[in-house]
């Protein structure tokens, strides 16, 4: 199996908010101890992935600010200058100035928007220059699985030119939000193929270089390539799971060059569920397999995924063609 080249770094399950899509709301671990969390990028840097990246999620990674700098620091020291560091933040607690210097040190700051986020003040500090650097990021709720045009649109309005949106993992999708979704990721469609002939007004496609290595033909098959880092100091090969109990998640731990994540991807192909490299099958499974009261998968969750999957595919195809799209996207 290839090894994984992408480290999701979980500092702690603390948020200071309760957004109810969110599925790490019960990451369990407290907070990683500046030891282990060093321990761990070592032993990442030792494994030696291939064109390594990483991925700061939480909870609230700027409640544990120090150790989020020292993360970033070590993995500047260990992996060099040009390893892409993308860090997921509400924004609420960026203090004045520190988007700017994140930026400048070449993070991909993404700010998700939605949920119990007060988007007025999640946008105070990172003005309108810096949000063209930036990325915004929302959930799809089936409420508002009609609405991607206008979510999309509101997005671009605040001056984000970086966009992703994915549908919420945690909720049920019946029929009829189904259709919704099917009709609005259309919708968006041809909304992005319009902007794409008139050569302006074209977003990046934030959570699209998957799709666009495979539109491209440059993609490799088979699952994901993460393995995620918990609060626990160990690794886990998929982050989706962090909400279970230790008893439960520890016999899933895994090696910093991804040996033993056979076990989980084998666990997952037996109730039904292939990992994949985009829009993952096995996330919605895992968030409602590894949990304190496992459940079965909210009904529908397949399908959204695939919905949102299809998007990011025909729009990545589309672009390639695209002088623009390509150069936003640095092919």
Known sequence: MTRPDHLVI?????????????????????????????????????????????????????????????????????????????????????????????LGRGIKLTVSLGGACEEKKALKNLPPRLRKKACASAVITPDKA????????????????????????????NKAALSRLASSAKELRLEYLVRLRKGRGVWELANGYEAIAQAAGGARPGPCRNITLAPDGFFYPCDKMLSGPA???????????????????????GSGINSSQSMCPAAPWAAAR??????????????????????????????LSSPLFRRIHGL
Request: charged share 20%; glycine share 10%.
């Open 10 to 102: 979980y500092l702690s399950g603390r948020c200071n908010l309760s957004c109810s899509y969110c599925y790490a709301s019960g990451v369990s671990g407290g907070t990683i101890s500046r030891r282990a969390l060093l321990a761990a990028l070592a032993s990442f840097a030792a494994a030696r992935p291939e064109a390594p990246k990483f991925t700061v999620l939480g909870g609230e990674p700027l409640l544990c600010r120090d150790l989020l700098y020292c993360a970033l620091d070590r993995i500047r020291k260990l992996f060099g200058p040009g390893a892409p560091v993308h860090l997921f933040t509400n924004g609420l607690l960026l203090e004045k100035g520190e988007a700017a210097r994140l």
């Open 146 to 173: 009609g609405q991607l045009v206008a979510v999309i649109t509101r997005l671009l309005g605040l001056g984000f030119e970086r966009l992703a949106w994915a549908p919420d993992i945690t909720a049920p999708w």
């Open 247 to 269: 008893a439960m998640i520890s016999p899933l731990r895994v090696a910093a060059d991804g040996k033993g994540r056979q076990k989980f991807f084998r666990l997952a192909a």
């Open 290 to 319: 590894f949990r304190a009261k496992p459940g079965p998968v909210p009904p529908g969750q397949a399908r959204a995924r695939k919905i949102s999957s299809l998007w990011l595919k025909a729009a990545a195809k589309a672009g």
